[in-house]
T-cell receptor, first 111, second 115 residues
Framework: QKEVEQNSGPLSVPEGAIASLNCTYS??????FFWYRQYSGKSPELIMS????GDKEDGRFTAQLNKASQYVSLLIRDSQPSDSATYLC???????????FGAGTRLFVKA | EAGVAQSPRYKIIEKRQSVAFWCNPI?????LYWYQQILGQGPKLLIQ????????DSQLPKDRFSAERLKGVDSTLKIQPAKLEDSAVYLC?????????????FGSGTQLSVL
């Protein structure tokens, strides 16, 4: 079982729609959860972090965490073509705070 | 604030040759990571340093890969000898702890092609 699992996609949504990206993780003691965005040929950049159950909103982005279900999601409202990228889910646990990444979901926003 | 610096940006070598990558983290960031990202996959952690000590190197192929972090600042990652399957982007990241977790900042990466 992979430690962090994501649907590889591609996920295609029309401009202005809500994009929903999902992630599950295997280590129950994981404490910190992150979403990174990676444009083609570029390095990952952090867009959201969440540490407790519930929702966290930042502009057009909402991260959702359910530790009981070991599930993290990212909602992108009013999707724009510039949101087209690969979205990486990352999870960090205890001890050395090792950060493990999922394989990423490719998102295409059609104009 | 300067970001994470990496060099070289690109490297092409033949199998069985050696190669080295360099990374300078963001000033003040104690934790430094080396990740390997194969095309179409997520970044895979190779080694994590806290200051100049190794926190995790469980996925570092130690028969061919080595890494060091001098004086808790700059770091080098070396591959000797290289194999075809080492072709990937090697990402260096540094982090600081804020709130509940470590937020990673990545360098531009080194794209390695092994022929």
């Amino acid at each position: 079982q992979k430690e962090v699992e994501q649907n590889s996609g591609p996920l295609s949504v029309p401009e202005g729609a809500i994009a929903s990206l999902n992630c599950t993780y295997s280590d129950r003691v994981s404490q910190s959860f992150f979403w990174y965005r990676q444009y083609s040929g570029k390095s990952p950049e952090l867009i959201m972090s969440i540490y407790s159950n519930g929702d966290k909103e930042d502009g057009r982005f909402t991260a959702q965490l359910n530790k009981a279900s070991q599930y993290v999601s990212l909602l992108i409202r009013d999707s724009q073509p510039s949101d087209s990228a690969t979205y990486l889910c990352a999870v960090s646990g205890t001890g050395g705070f090792k950060t493990i990444f999922g394989a990423g979901t490719r998102l295409f926003v059609k104009a | 604030e300067a970001g994470v610096a990496q060099s070289p940006r690109y490297k092409i070598i033949e199998k069985r040759q050696s190669v080295a990558f360099w990374c300078n983290p963001i000033s003040g960031h104690a934790t430094l990571y080396w990740y390997q990202q194969i095309l179409g996959q997520g970044p895979k952690l190779l080694i994590q340093f806290q200051n100049n000590g190794v926190v995790d190197d469980s996925q570092l192929p130690k028969d061919r890969f080595s890494a060091e972090r001098l004086k808790g600042v700059d770091s080098t990652l070396k591959i000797q000898p290289a194999k075809l399957e080492d072709s990937a982007v090697y990402l260096c990241a540094s982090s600081f702890r804020q709130g509940g977790g470590e937020k990673l900042f990545f360098g531009s990466g080194t794209q390695l092609s092994v022929l």
